[in-house]
Each structure stands twice: as C-alpha cells, then as structure tokens.
C-alpha cells in the first residue's frame, strides 16, 4: 500500500505562513493528492487538490514536485481559527485505494 | 441537502454484540467510503462502494461487513463487537469513482466496546 508521512504536530502564530509538507510514495499516478482539514468532533472537510506543480484556491496553495514523492500545503496568514488536524490523502497504486496521512495537528497562538 | 448523515452519534457496545452504523447522502454519490479513526492514526479505509451493489475491502475490513443496496445507504455492520473496535466511524461519499478523492464527510459515530 501507499506510505504517507507527515508531521505530527506543528505549532505557528497569526498573520504566519505555514507550509505542511506530506512525503507519500506508491501513490497512483493519474490521481489527485488532496488536503483536508479537520476540527474536533466533526468529520474532515476539503480544503484543496492538485495532481503536479501549484495550485492555489481562496483558503491555501498546494505545491507538488515533478515525482510526486511529496506534496505541501501553504496556509497563508494563518488565524487563531485555522487551529485544526490537517491530513493529505493519496492514492494506492496497487488497486486504487484511498490512503490518508496521519495528520498534523496545527496550533496557532496569538 | 443533507449532505452525509450517520446515526447513531454515541454508541456503547459489549464485547460480543453487533450493531450497525447507518450513513446515508442525498446528493447522488456513486462512490461512499467508511473509515475509522484512532488517535495517531489518522483515517483509515475500512469498506468502499463504487456504486450500488458493488462494495470492495479497504486497509482495515476485519470484522466489518457492507452492503450497498441503493445509492444512498451504505451501512456499516459490525458483527461481534471487540474493544479494538472501539474508535471514531466516518462515512464518506464522492461524486464518482474519477472524483473519490474529494470526498464529503459525516459527522461520525463515537463507538465504545466494553
């Protein structure tokens, strides 16, 4: 199966960047590499996808190399309320199943 | 829309019995995934469906069955319920097979197995 790995936790202050970096191999290689965001007690929530280079959206930009071994995620000027578990997500080349990263837990102070 | 809805929120269980977690979509979703989800491990795959009457084995099936016998239900049965399976369930539903990756989430289920 697929391999991601990924920071456990990460700590930044308001009005940082944060770049959250997934190294992932084994991964499909005509599928997308998605994020996603996740607050306590609810389930996780989309946030962006790409499949190589950049892409950016109104929340974040998604950076993934040419070899797609890694892919990070840049959350600019973050807030008090981007505090919450970020996962990557990944496709196995082997059958095509959905692999989800552990997670990084983001902390942002004041 | 709804979205993704599961029942029940909170759910105890004795080691031994069985139950089964609903989740249901109303947004036509060909594509519906459970997952479980434990502390330093992230998500992970338990069952997924590409469609009604078609479901496949994930990273993590041991004693979980499925079955998809419309487009929006896909429920989860647990058939003898251990302390390992204690954790948090998600369910999950893609547009398509091309677009699971975008997948939009319940609000889980919380199972405790004494």
């Known amino acids: 199966l697929a391999k991601t790995t990924q920071p456990i936790s990460m700590d930044s202050y308001e009005g940082q960047e944060v770049n959250i970096t997934c190294s992932h191999n084994n991964i499909a290689t005509n599928d997308y590499i998605t994020w996603y965001q996740q607050f306590p007690s609810q389930g996780p929530r989309f946030i962006i996808q790409?499949?190589?280079t950049k892409v950016t959206n109104e929340v974040a930009s998604l950076f993934i190399p040419a070899d797609r071994k890694s892919s990070t995620l840049s959350l600019p000027r973050v807030s008090l309320s981007d505090t919450a578990v970020y996962y990557c997500?990944?496709?196995?080349?082997?059958?095509?199943?959905?692999?989800f990263g552990q997670g990084t837990e983001l902390s942002v102070k004041p | 829309n709804a979205g993704v809805t599961q029942t029940p929120k909170f759910q105890v269980l004795k080691t031994g019995q069985s139950m089964t977690l609903q989740c249901a979509q109303d947004?036509?979703?060909?594509?519906m995934s459970w997952y479980r989800q434990d502390p330093g491990m992230g998500l992970r795959l338990i069952h997924y469906?590409?469609?009604?009457?078609?479901?496949d084995q994930g990273e993590v099936p041991n004693g979980y069955n499925v079955s998809r016998s419309t487009t929006e239900d896909f429920p989860l049965r647990l058939l003898s319920a251990a302390p390992s399976q204690t954790s948090v369930y998600f369910c999950a539903s893609s547009y398509s097979t091309f677009e699971k990756e975008t997948q939009y989430f319940g609000p889980g289920t919380r199972l405790l197995v004494l």
């Open positions: 947004m036509n979703h060909e594509y």
């Open positions: 469906s590409v469609g009604a009457g078609i479901t």
């Open positions: 790409g499949y190589k």
């Open positions: 997500l990944v496709v196995d080349n082997q059958g095509g199943k959905l692999i």
